[in-house]
C-alpha cells in the first residue's frame, strides 16, 4: 500500500479518494429540522458552554441549571419531550455560538459514508445540494470539528 503523510497526524492512502472528492452542495435553510423532532443529544464541551451562556448574557451557573443535562457522563443541550432542542424558538435562539456539533453539519461521518448516506439525510434536509460548494477540504475541516466536539 502507498501511502504518504500529509501532516503530522494523518496519513493518506495514494489514489483513494472519498466519494465527495468533487464536492458537496450545502446551505442551511434554517429550516430547523435538524432541532426538532426526534430525541438526541446535542453534545457542548466547556468552550462552547463559555461562549453561549456569554452569548445569552447569563452565568455559567445560570446556563447548566437551565439548559444543560449530563448524558453518560458528558454534557448535552436540554430538550423537550417532543424532541425539540432548547434552543430552537422558531430558529436557532443561539446561531452564531451554536455548538461544534451544529455547526458541523451535515458533514459528520455517518453522513459522508457514502452517496445513499448523504442521500438520506436529503431526504429531511432542504440544505443539502443547495448554496455553495464545498470543497474536499471544508468538508473534511468539519468533520475534524464534528470529531473534536468532546474537546
Known amino acids: 500500500m502507498n501511502c504518504s503523510k500529509t501532516n503530522e497526524n494523518e496519513v493518506v492512502q495514494e489514489g483513494i479518494q472519498p466519494w465527495y472528492k468533487e464536492g458537496l452542495r450545502f446551505e442551511c435553510q434554517r429550516c430547523g429540522r435538524c432541532c426538532r423532532g426526534e430525541p438526541g443529544v446535542v453534545w457542548v464541551n466547556k ?11 447569563i452565568t ?3 446556563f447548566a441549571k437551565n439548559y444543560l443535562r449530563s448524558v453518560n457522563d458528558r454534557v448535552s443541550l436540554v430538550e423537550y419531550g417532543n424532541g425539540d432542542c ?3 424558538d422558531n430558529g436557532c435562539k443561539i446561531y452564531d455560538v451554536r455548538p461544534s456539533q451544529c455547526r458541523s453539519f451535515p458533514f459528520w461521518t455517518s453522513n459522508l459514508e457514502d452517496r445513499s448516506e448523504w442521500e438520506k439525510v436529503k431526504k429531511t434536509c432542504p440544505g443539502i445540494d443547495k448554496g455553495n460548494l ?14 473534536g466536539r468532546f474537546r
Not at 468552550?47 to 448574557?57: Q, R, T
Open 60 to 62: 455559567k451557573n445560570a
Open 47 to 57: 468552550k462552547e458552554v463559555e461562549e453561549i451562556s456569554a452569548f445569552l448574557g
Open 86 to 88: 432548547v434552543m430552537y
Open 134 to 147: 464545498h470543497t474536499i477540504k471544508s468538508i473534511e475541516d468539519n468533520v475534524k470539528i464534528y470529531e
